[in-house]
DNA sequence: GTACAACTTAGAGTATGCTCTAAGTCAAGC
DNA sequence: GCTTGACTTAGAGCATACTCTAAGTTGTAC
């Protein structure tokens, strides 16, 4: 059970290169976000390099935050050919602002942790006898 | 019900303010992410501006990704006074290493959907007549 | 004095996304 | 031929973080 033909992956290979558990590769298959996986005689998964590659994609879409419901719907525009191109192209990019106001955000927050940070390490040298320059207040 | 002595909000002002629910400010209090807020004669919350400013940390901490019993355990060290200081800082350093990750991991996969915009771009060129570049294939 | 709106509580319910369990099949090695 | 390990399924269970409900109190406005 290590070398299959082609360059079929069982679901464990696939869930050691993509980081995903196997009951979540079922999951996803369950759920519509990948298509029916191709079986072995015995009815065992055969993940294709497409499948992989699809896996793939669909993390990212994932760890940026895309709802698993609107990751279905753009699967499912995949299934449907290339009639689809243009509203999978804006569902993307609709996620794409998505995540450039996400990435603002987040640094703006950042900032506002680095800043308390930098009051804490002033509090810190000042309560161990050093005398600094004094950030303006920030409590808590 | 509008002008309050001092600076004191109701719980509805709290929540226009900060962005929260009544219920969320309620539920953060109940769980201990917000210390026991004081009441007036009838009962009802009146927040202080340093509640008030203790929420706005809340929010970035939690907006950033914190988990709310990480959250809760520096709100019990900020109880504990000037002790724990370097703690504090040490929980806002990993906090903000964790979030310089986030940063990285969505700015890249930022770029792979960039990259599938663009592709789907040059393929519905392609499909209403046009013939462009090719950029290396990604499917799906 | 009664309607109304804003608040109070404890605790139940919901949304999202996995994650795990139980029972069973199957092929290979001893 | 029996153990072992990887797989299969349906469906239950769990983690996180709210979000809402029901029943009750209070204070002002008419």
Redesign the pocket.
């Known amino acids: 059970?290590d070398q299959l033909t082609d360059d079929l992956l069982?679901?464990?290979?696939v869930?050691d290169k993509t980081g995903?558990?196997?009951?979540?590769?079922?999951?996803?298959?369950?759920i519509g976000l990948i298509q029916a996986?191709d079986?072995a005689?015995?009815?065992?998964?055969r993940y294709s390099p497409g499948d992989v590659g699809w896996l793939d994609f669909l993390k990212c879409l994932?760890s940026t935050?895309?709802?698993?419901?609107e990751v279905k719907r753009y699967a499912e525009l995949y299934e449907d050919g290339d009639q689809t191109l243009a509203e999978r192209r804006a569902l993307l990019e609709t996620h794409r602002a998505r995540i450039e106001a996400d990435l603002r955000e987040l640094t703006a927050n950042l900032e506002a942790i680095k800043y308390k940070i930098a009051y804490y390490r002033e509090l810190e040298a000042r309560a161990t006898g050093g005398e600094a320059e004094t950030l303006s207040a920030v409590s808590n």
Chains 1, 2 share one sequence.
């Open positions: 059970m069982t679901i464990q290979q869930a995903l558990s196997t009951h979540t590769l079922r999951y996803y298959e369950k996986v079986r005689d015995n009815g065992h998964r994932r935050g895309m709802p698993v419901r």
